[in-house]
């Protein structure tokens, strides 16, 4: 009996998820054990051209990480769709937009410009930018992907089956996810897989230290304070974001007296994740006179980069860009 066929591909992300893949230390064994990787071009030689030529539908999962942010990256995830049982969206970039997807607050030429031209460490006289089409020779001609006008999550360009959070997802959450996926007994499509249904202060050791309202007189970046690990990060003034966050990571951040930044996304029933995080986080500052709010602002430095870190692409801003500059 042939065993499942299993794909991994990414698109525009940090290379996280694909250790994270590895970080299945010795049960990874047991994924080759049970599956056939047919495409994982990080790991493997395997070309597109090998991929084209398997039939429609013949790959049973394809994990894909990362936002859709060049042209190669849309052609492909349209490809592994065609040839795919199962497109899963593997990881917080690839499900949401993750931190490349902050980059849709600038345009595509503010963002060429900076890059290429005005960053401090660039040293280019001439303006050069990469161009889409060189000639090198008279028969030879060199082409590079096309830098699209925003970075976009994979279910806004082909449609998905199933979301494994995380920045990346812990190998506990992956191999959850791989189980469920090859027992056949198969969730509705759309559901989150290998996390819980419940925020993340279900499961953080912090959570008996929480009073039921919880109030926050000063905001506190992470620098500032060492964090008592034996209580509450909230009621420390750290901006947690366990709250208004899928559960499921084991609490890993909280356990090394770090806030919670919001990888594993929403619950079911949000929206937008980050509207949910202001919302919160504005129901629990115990602030009454303008100056007190404006010096409580004045400690997010980065708002988006705060409440949207993970989530802008899919939200209900976007991002700065709305319309294609095509």
Not at 53 to 73: C, M, Q, V
Not at 131 to 153: A, D, G, H, S, Y
Not at 243 to 271: Q, S
Not at 299 to 322: E, T, W
Request: with cysteine; charged share 25%; hydrophobic share 40%.
């Amino acid at each position: 009996m042939d065993k499942p066929k299993i794909a991994l591909y990414w698109c525009a992300s940090c290379g996280g998820c694909e250790e994270a893949v590895v970080d299945l230390a010795e049960k990874i064994l047991d994924v080759v054990n049970l599956v056939d990787i047919v495409f994982w071009p990080v790991a493997m030689d395997y070309k597109i051209e090998d991929v084209e030529k398997l039939p429609d539908g013949s790959i049973t999962a394809s994990f894909i990480n990362g936002g859709i942010r060049l042209s190669e990256h849309e052609h492909v995830v349209k490809l592994l769709r065609r040839k795919s049982k199962l497109v899963i969206a593997y990881g917080a970039c690839s499900a949401w937009g993750g931190v490349p997807g902050l980059a849709n607050l600038y345009s595509r030429e503010e963002i060429m410009r900076y890059v290429y031209h005005e960053a401090p460490t660039v040293e280019n006289p001439e303006k050069i930018r990469p161009e889409l089409k060189t000639k090198v020779e008279e028969k030879i001609t060199l082409e590079l992907p096309e830098f699209l006008p925003r970075l976009l999550p994979l279910d806004l360009v082909v449609d998905v089956d199933y979301y494994i959070p995380g920045c990346p997802p812990t190998p506990d959450v992956t191999w959850k996810a791989i189980e469920t996926l090859l027992s056949g007994n198969l969730p509705p499509k759309g559901s989150v897989l290998g996390a819980l249904d419940k925020s993340l202060c279900y499961e953080c050791p912090l959570n008996d230290t929480k009073p039921e309202k919880v109030l926050i007189k000063e905001v506190k970046r992470p620098h500032e304070v060492i964090a008592d690990p034996s209580k509450c990060l909230l009621t420390q003034g750290l901006v947690c974001l366990g709250p208004v966050t899928r559960g499921g990571c084991g609490a890993l951040c909280i356990k090394a007296a770090m806030p919670c930044t919001g990888c594993f996304g929403p619950l079911d029933e949000v929206i937008d994740y980050g509207g949910k995080a202001i919302s919160y986080f504005a129901s629990i500052v115990d602030y009454t006179s303008e100056e007190e709010i404006e010096k409580a602002l004045g400690k997010i430095l980065d708002p988006m980069g705060v409440f949207y870190r993970y989530s802008l692409p899919a939200s209900r801003l976007r991002g700065k860009i709305m319309l294609v500059e095509r």
